[in-house]
């Protein structure tokens, strides 16, 4: 009953944004890129067709999904920008994505889209280790994945709360899907994930409170992604550095959909087309720090830390198959018989 109340008060929420009091039409988008990228986005799109007013709504992949799931009935979104592919990999197979081909499809490759026109990937976004400069001697932070479930990180590993978190469900769908290319079984990988327990101290409930927790020392490590924590070791006092695994990372291709039963489709197809432009993906990355999945942008257009990164990451194959079919059966398994089962303060 009570999520149902919440549930309604979103949607009243949203019928209430939708009353634009201008006559604009109101565009909802759906998306966990945060509010200065969005705010950014929403300016240049809402100068270029004065006519349509953005309403975005910034919540973490998973939630977006879920929210798309729970209101399939009756649509609020009309574009969800945001999530690793195997989250739209999942929204295509529950017929919750509006198939659209925009105009650039022929500069992604085949792995940054979906078959079928449901999605199309935006940007690249690289899993990292990252920790605390200040407490941990660059000569000591792990250097790969086995490396954090070494004992001698008990109590100082702080992770993002991955129920709600595509990113790190996808960090824990990659070393399951791992455990299943060497053994055939997920044991391994379960195995992994136990001994990763063992040593946090916390799940946050935002990246906003990992951040806080790393920068006063609640936790010295964690798993992230490498753009945000680029933007935090850039912007701002958090004495945050990161490393890009040694055996490979998880390469995310996060994608953009248009959301079926949009009641906007046509301006929702005019914003899909405005933030994934060659300028809007250039503007990203030199001020959001993004990387660009589509493949016409020129490198020498792009940041130096960019080109210096992608020179330095050796992608982690994983099966995006095995992943949309598997991820939710192994974060089940994780939340019901691992989480918070092996450290003791």
């Known amino acids: 009953m009570k999520l149902r109340r919440m549930a309604a008060c979103f949607v009243a929420l949203i019928a209430l944004a939708a009353c634009s ?7 909802i988008v759906y998306s966990p890129h945060g509010k200065e990228l969005l705010e950014y986005l929403e300016k240049g799109f809402e100068k270029a067709h004065p006519d349509i007013d953005v309403q975005w709504v910034d919540m973490g992949s998973q939630e977006v999904l879920e929210r798309v799931r729970a209101e399939k009935p009756n649509p609020q ?13 999942r929204a295509t197979k529950e ?14 490759d085949p792995e940054g889209r979906e078959a079928h026109d449901n999605w199309y990937g935006t940007y690249l976004t690289p899993e990292v280790i990252g920790y605390n400069r200040d407490a941990v001697k660059d000569v000591d932070a792990p250097k790969d994945w086995d490396d954090l479930i070494d004992p001698k990180w008990k109590g100082k590993i ?6 709600a978190s595509g990113t790190m469900r996808a960090i824990f769908g990659a070393i399951m899907a791992r455990s299943i290319a060497q053994t055939g079984k997920p044991d391994a990988g379960y195995e992994w994930l136990r001994k990763l327990d063992a040593n946090t101290r916390e799940y946050t409930l935002n990246p ?6 790393l920068g006063r020392q609640e936790g010295v490590v964690t798993m992230w992604d490498m753009p945000d924590f680029a933007t935090l070791e850039q912007r701002t006092r958090i004495p945050i550095k990161y490393v890009i695994p040694a055996s490979g990372t998880p390469l995310l291709v996060d994608g953009i959909a248009i959301v079926r039963g949009s009641k906007h489709p046509k301006e929702a197809e005019m914003y899909y087309e405005y933030v994934t432009t060659p300028d809007a993906m250039i503007a990203a990355a030199d001020s959001f720090l993004r990387i660009p999945a589509r493949k016409d942008i020129p490198v020498s257009k792009l940041p130096a ?3 210096d990164a992608m ?5 982690m194959p994983v099966d995006r198959e095995v992943m949309a079919a598997h991820l939710d059966e192994w974060m089940k398994y994780w939340d019901a018989n691992i989480r918070n089962h092996g450290y003791e303060p």
């Open 305 to 307: 830390w960019i080109r």
């Open 158 to 163: 702080v992770v993002r709360d991955p129920i």
């Open 21 to 27: 009091s201008d006559h604009r039409t109101v565009l």
């Open 208 to 213: 906003t409170i990992l951040y806080q927790k």
């Open 95 to 108: 017929d919750l994505l509006q198939p659209y081909k925009p105009t650039w499809a022929a500069a992604i």
């Open 77 to 89: 979104a009309d574009v969800w920008f945001g999530a690793p592919a195997e989250a739209f990999d």
């Open 311 to 315: 020179a330095k990451i050796k992608p």
